[in-house]
């Protein structure tokens, strides 16, 4: 048995006026329950290291800056790495990140139990605007705040397992899971920050929110035969309500672990990543049942083009 005892750790809101100080104090307390625990990887939302920012609207680049961090670990995020070298648990955390040759991405690194990162993933898929836009109910201005990622959809041996990494909206896209799946992949991380409600119509709320979120993680799990652990960043963060529902699935598509609040909550399970074997080797054995032939346009076409 090859297996990961893992800690979804759901974090409630980061309010604007939070240090970073003050969050990663909580990010240290869910460290140790996990640790209580016997988890060797501990999973954080995306951007977990403030508010969810891109709510605002800014037009001042040196404001904008205050939400990204120059470098990782840094003086705030230390006590973090420290904690999690000296329990000897590996970390996965979102984070704004600003390189030094100025380039912004929604970023998400992976650790091993040493603390040292071993995989560093950037946002592919941002939902929402540039430009300030007057018909939503709250502004979702992440394509005005970062950049499309860089990185593709890469794999990292870590725990005996093979691992990739998604944030948030990535969620909703199979190919970025299949990108992983032809890597053999056998646990995907991720993080989001999701608002309780469509920005764009009020009547799609909470349970239509948390349903979505499901759907697209447990139908990836399946089609993939690989774990896949989905962690929110929850609660109302200065009057903006975050959904929660962070779970873990199985390679079945089955949900073996369940938030129950919108506040810091640890989800734990012992995962098998032998449990994927199954999957892999039947029904979706690649290698053998995938018609590449017919699949050009997935990646020669982005919108659709309907028949005349
Ligand atoms: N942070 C996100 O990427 N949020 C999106 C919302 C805007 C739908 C999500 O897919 O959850």
């Known amino acids: 048995?090859?297996?990961?005892?893992?800690?979804?750790?759901q974090m409630g809101p980061n309010q604007k006026s939070d240090s970073r100080e003050v969050i990663v104090a909580r990010m240290v307390a869910l460290l140790e329950q996990a640790a209580a625990?016997?988890?060797?990887?501990v999973v954080f939302p995306e951007l977990?290291?403030?508010?969810?920012?891109?709510?605002?609207?800014?037009?001042?680049?040196?404001?904008?800056?205050?939400w990204f961090e120059d470098e990782m670990p840094n003086e705030a995020t230390r006590p973090l790495f420290d904690r999690a070298r000296e329990l000897g648990i590996a970390i996965s955390i979102g984070y704004a990140e600003k390189t030094p040759d100025g380039h912004h991405f929604n970023t998400q690194i992976l650790t091993d139990r040493q603390a040292k990162i071993i995989g560093k993933y950037r946002k592919t898929h941002l939902p929402g605007h540039s430009d300030y836009d007057?018909?939503?109910?709250?502004?979702?201005?992440?394509?005005?705040?970062?950049?499309?990622?860089?990185t593709g959809f890469p794999v990292w041996r870590t725990q005996d397992a093979i691992v990739g990494m998604l944030i948030c909206n990535d969620r909703r896209w199979p190919e970025a899971y299949r990108v992983m799946g032809l890597q053999g992949v056998e646990l995907v991380v991720l993080g989001y920050n999701t608002p309780s409600v469509n920005s764009q119509m009020g009547s799609e709320g909470l349970e239509q929110r948390l349903y979505h979120s499901e759907l697209s993680m447990t139908a990836a799990?399946?089609?993939?035969?690989?774990?896949?652990?989905g962690v929110a960043k929850a609660g109302d963060e200065d009057g903006h309500p975050l959904m929660g529902g962070s779970i873990i699935v199985d390679p079945n598509g089955y949900v073996v672990a369940r938030a129950e609040t919108e506040g810091d909550e640890l989800l734990v399970h012992a995962c098998d990543m032998d449990l994927c074997n199954f999957g892999k080797e039947t029904i979706f054995?690649?290698?053998?049942?995938?018609?590449?032939?017919?699949?050009?346009?997935i990646t020669s076409q982005t919108g659709v083009v309907r028949p005349a």
């Open 285 to 297: 054995d690649f290698e053998r049942h995938r018609r590449i032939e017919h699949y050009g346009l």
């Open 221 to 229: 799990a399946y089609q993939n035969a690989t774990w896949v652990v």
């Open 1 to 9: 048995m090859r297996q990961i005892v893992i800690g979804a750790a």
């Open 48 to 66: 977990a290291l403030t508010t969810f920012f891109p709510r605002w609207y800014m037009d001042d680049q040196a404001e904008v800056d205050t």
């Open 134 to 150: 007057h018909d939503r109910a709250f502004q979702h201005l992440e394509k005005r705040y970062f950049e499309p990622g860089d």
């Open 37 to 41: 625990k016997g988890c060797t990887l």
